[in-house]
């Protein structure tokens, strides 16, 4: 059974609308005005326990509003939640005490205090009895390489030493639902991969379910099977990261080391996305020109030192999906 | 009696929970000790400035009429004690706006206990011992100087005045923090009520206006615990002009303003549910 289930989720909002120049702010004090935005049209998905679901968008797509009602912090206008089969919004606490919640962009842990004692009062908070707890918190230590930093007090911890504690204060409660809201954010490479197979290894050993929300398609790429696109408030796509891919045209970058200075590099069938020297990028279309007959022309047009095919970055993908979305 | 016997234990549980989060703001504030320490010294020399304008009418004009020193300083120090504990208690109120506009607020929601309560075991502040101190100093000097017998009636009416306007401050400060569900603009203006009422609570009751002393017992009842109240310590009903068990009575008044005000802030919640904002 689904262990999260939306139905035709709506949420509008009334955004008032600001007045410009000197007296603006007075002028909205005794005339408001507002208009209203459609944040979520009417979304429907579920997610099956021990999935890892990936969350894209553009910037107020509606993708935090979607969180923000599935985590039980917002009602929506229509449509029905059920998560772990209760309605979020109705039993907050009751929903709370069995989701974990990451937001990359700020702590849930006392700043000025050692981190060992910000868990200790998340277990008087969750009222997880002490036996478990303190097999939780060795798990978490141990899997997360947390025994350094446990006396330190957050705000002197790196921000990828801190997302860990973050990730490992939320698990304290053994949660059946993570939601992780964009937790690789301004992470170095090293945090990043850590922290992704930190949240790989503990939802593959444990069954626990993750949707996280990210900017970042590496995350998506080692993390998720499974993508939600929403953007202008609808679920454009749910389905695997190639479902992605093939959302956009199929297009493929051939990049060419050109042996020599060569001025002329038009080519039949691709076209010239960027010139860096003597490197190009040409984008083609497989279902037009066959990889290797494109090789081949390009092989008699120019003298040639290097060359190598890729799919499009998936970043351009997604760029060009937003773009294109209604 | 399941439900008794569950609702001890559910009570147990949050006074636990209280204490580790207040000992957990005061480990916070220790970190700082040098600002500790001068805000709990600036915060003494403050308030005894205070009572020492209150000193220095009364050493040039004598006396408010028919009130005597330490019946002043009766009044005062039940005002400012409240205050204190109600300041140190609610303080997460305080800050409550801020969070609303920077989304903290969301992370207090994500966590199995009311919100009241989480704000309320919010950065307990320790530093305000400086009124607190102050205003039980002149509280405990002005009871001596009333010259009445202090028996347990009275020393527990004492008590009750300071809970209750321990409660009605804190009231006024989750009323404050509750607007904040619907605008985001400065609300400096309910500093009328609060720190107004405090200033207005040192004095007594008869030196105002009619329509200002009826705005402080009915609608902000802080007469409730002091100046009615000390009609009955004094033994001089006709202070208040109320029967006799009602000046004994009137403290009790706190605990169900406090609640209504709670009932508000749900109001507040939920329509902070429906706008996110």
């Known amino acids: 059974m689904a262990q999260i289930e939306v139905r035709g989720l709506r949420k509008s909002f009334r955004a008032p609308l600001r007045?410009?120049?000197?007296?603006?702010?007075?002028?909205?004090?005794?005339?408001?005005?507002?208009?209203?935005?459609?944040?979520?049209?009417?979304i429907t998905f579920e997610i099956d326990a021990g999935q890892i679901v990936g969350c894209i968008g553009p910037n107020g797509a509606g993708k935090s509003t979607a969180i923000k009602i599935i985590a039980g912090i917002m009602n929506p206008d229509g449509g029905e939640a059920t998560v772990l089969g209760r309605t979020p919004w109705a039993d907050r606490i009751a929903h709370v005490r069995h989701i974990g919640v990451v937001f990359g962009q700020r702590t849930q842990l006392w700043w000025d205090l050692p981190v060992i004692d910000s868990f200790a009062l998340l277990r008087e908070i969750y009222d997880v009895p002490r036996r478990e707890y303190e097999q939780t918190?060795?798990?978490v230590v141990e899997r997360f390489k947390l025994a350094e930093v446990l006396d330190s007090p957050v705000r002197q911890l790196s921000l990828g030493l801190r997302m860990r504690c973050d990730l490992a204060a939320a698990l304290l409660h053994r949660p059946s639902i993570l939601f992780l809201d964009e937790p690789t954010i301004g992470l170095d490479a090293v945090s990043k991969l850590a922290l992704r197979e930190?949240?790989?290894?503990?939802?593959?050993?444990?069954?626990?379910?993750?949707?996280?929300?990210?900017?970042?398609?590496d995350d998506i790429?080692?993390?998720?099977?499974?993508?939600?696109?929403?953007?202008?408030?609808?679920?454009?796509?749910?389905?695997?990261?190639?479902?992605?891919?093939?959302?956009?045209s199929a297009r493929r970058t051939l990049m060419i080391d050109l042996a020599a200075g060569v001025a002329n590099v038009e080519l039949e069938g691709a076209e010239l996305v960027r010139r860096e020297g003597d490197r190009l990028w040409l984008e083609y279309d497989p279902e037009q020109v066959a990889t290797h007959e494109l090789i081949a022309r390009a092989a008699a047009a120019f003298p040639i030192r290097d060359l190598t095919v890729a799919d499009r970055p998936i970043e351009e993908v997604v760029a060009q999906v937003y773009r294109d979305a209604p | 009696m399941r439900g008794v016997a569950g609702m001890i234990r559910s009570m147990r549980r949050y006074l636990r929970i209280y204490g580790r989060l207040a000992a957990a703001s005061v480990r916070s504030q220790w970190q700082y000790r040098a600002s500790f320490a001068l805000y709990s010294a600036s915060q003494l020399v403050?308030?005894?400035?205070?009572?020492?304008?209150?000193?220095?009418?009364y050493a040039r004009f004598g006396s408010l009429p028919g009130w005597r020193l330490s019946e002043v300083a009766v009044l005062y120090g039940i005002?400012?004690?409240?205050?204190?504990?109600?300041?140190?208690?609610?303080?997460?109120?305080?800050?409550?706006?801020?969070?609303?506009?920077?989304?903290?607020?969301?992370?207090?929601?994500l966590r199995p206990l009311p919100t009241a309560f989480q704000l309320a075991a919010h950065d307990v502040q320790i530093m305000r011992v400086g009124r607190l101190a102050q205003g039980a100093a002149i509280l405990v000097w002005g009871c001596m100087g009333l010259g009445i017998g202090w028996d347990a009636a009275r020393l527990t009416l004492l008590a009750l005045c300071v809970v209750g306007g321990a409660c009605i401050f804190a009231a006024l400060f989750?009323?404050?923090?509750?607007?904040?569900?619907?605008?985001?603009?400065?609300?400096?203006?309910?500093?009328?009520?609060?720190?107004?009422?405090?200033?207005?609570?040192?004095?007594?009751?008869?030196?105002?206006?009619?329509?200002?002393?009826?705005?402080?017992?009915?609608?902000?009842?802080l007469a409730a615990i002091n100046y009615v109240p000390l009609a009955a310590l004094l033994s001089r009903p006709d202070l208040s002009g109320l029967p006799a068990p009602l000046n004994w009575l009137a403290p009790c008044v706190g605990a169900p303003f406090l609640a209504a005000c709670l009932l508000i802030w749900k109001l507040g919640e939920r329509h902070y549910a429906s706008t996110g904002s």
């Open chain 2, 174 to 221: 989750v009323l404050q923090a509750t607007l904040a569900f619907w605008t985001i603009e400065s609300l400096e203006v309910v500093n009328i009520v609060t720190y107004g009422g405090n200033q207005m609570a040192q004095y007594p009751l008869t030196i105002y206006r009619p329509w200002f002393r009826l705005f402080f017992t009915v609608a902000v009842p």
């Open chain 1, 221 to 248: 790429e080692d993390l998720c099977r499974r993508v939600l696109l929403i953007a202008d408030g609808s679920l454009l796509l749910d389905g695997a990261i190639d479902d992605l891919r093939r959302m956009s």
């Open chain 1, 137 to 139: 918190l060795a798990d």
């Open chain 1, 19 to 42: 007045s410009a120049g000197p007296f603006g702010a007075l002028k909205d004090l005794l005339h408001r005005r507002t208009r209203t935005v459609e944040a979520l049209k009417g």
């Open chain 2, 46 to 57: 403050a308030t005894l400035a205070e009572f020492g304008a209150i000193w220095a009418l």
């Open chain 1, 198 to 217: 930190a949240i790989r290894d503990w939802s593959a050993e444990r069954g626990l379910t993750v949707l996280l929300t990210t900017h970042d398609m």
């Open chain 2, 79 to 109: 005002s400012n004690v409240a205050f204190a504990l109600a300041e140190a208690g609610a303080r997460g109120f305080d800050v409550f706006p801020g969070m609303v506009r920077t989304g903290d607020f969301d992370r207090l929601l």
